[in-house]
């Protein structure tokens, strides 16, 4: 069964420093997606992208951050400068038939 | 207003009890409608979609009610397994973000 990768599984940080989060959707999928979880709390959206763009993006999705599909495998979400509050797990999901979000298993970033 | 509100829980019921989770939502545009399982610190996996009519998948049944803005999950004869975090999830205004609740808590004992 295809599913949604992401790599690191963990990735620890110094506050201030850049983060690249990655993740290969499912090939077949058309809409992709970032969402985090800071611990404790509930799952919240980031931002959409489809067609080489983004389509929808969140409150929390600020200049800091920023999505791109680099080589048309990839799905990438970077953080320019790590805040203490960034410190989540970071969910990538790709979006199937009824709309239904398939999640990989997130990388879990520590800001320090 | 929540967008997606749900009860915290924690439900602790024994196996075999029969259990409902409700879920309230605010944006009346909204189109679809899930209910996903998340277990301790891994990935939301979906559970199963919610339609008008109402739908069952084996144990799992889930209700959706327009008029209120209501959802619900019914589990029958709950099994240890079935311990985890339960997140009602719906469609925002664009139709292709979804929203999650803070979900619902259960624990399963034998």
């Known amino acids: 069964e295809p599913e949604v990768t992401q790599t690191p599984s963990h990735q620890v940080t110094q506050m201030g420093q850049e983060v690249i989060l990655r993740c290969v959707p499912i090939s077949n999928h058309l809409y992709f997606y970032w969402y985090r979880q800071i611990l404790g709390q509930k799952v919240e959206f980031l931002v959409s992208f489809y067609n080489n763009e983004i389509s929808e993006k969140s409150e929390i999705f600020d200049d800091q951050f920023s999505v791109e599909r680099p080589d048309g495998s990839n799905f990438t979400l970077k953080i320019r400068s790590t805040k203490l509050e960034d410190s989540a797990m970071y969910f990538c999901?790709?979006?199937?038939?009824?709309?239904?979000?398939?999640f990989g298993s997130g990388t879990q970033l520590s800001v320090l | 207003r929540k967008e997606v509100e749900q009860d915290p829980g924690p439900f602790n019921v024994p196996e075999g009890a029969t259990v409902a989770f409700n879920c309230t939502y605010s944006?009346?545009?909204?189109?679809?409608f899930f209910w996903y399982r998340q277990d301790c610190r891994k990935e939301p996996k979906l559970l199963m979609s919610v339609y008008s009519s109402g739908n069952e998948d084996g144990r799992f049944t889930a209700q959706l009610n327009r008029a209120s803005q209501y959802i619900s999950l019914l589990i029958r004869d709950s099994k240890l397994s079935d311990s985890a975090t339960y997140l009602c999830?719906?469609?925002?205004?664009?139709?292709?973000?979804?929203?999650f609740g803070k979900g619902t808590s259960l624990l399963v004992t034998p």
């Open positions: 999830v719906v469609t925002a205004n664009s139709g292709y973000a979804l929203n």
């Open positions: 944006n009346s545009a909204s189109q679809s």
């Open positions: 999901a790709t979006m199937g038939q009824g709309k239904k979000l398939f």
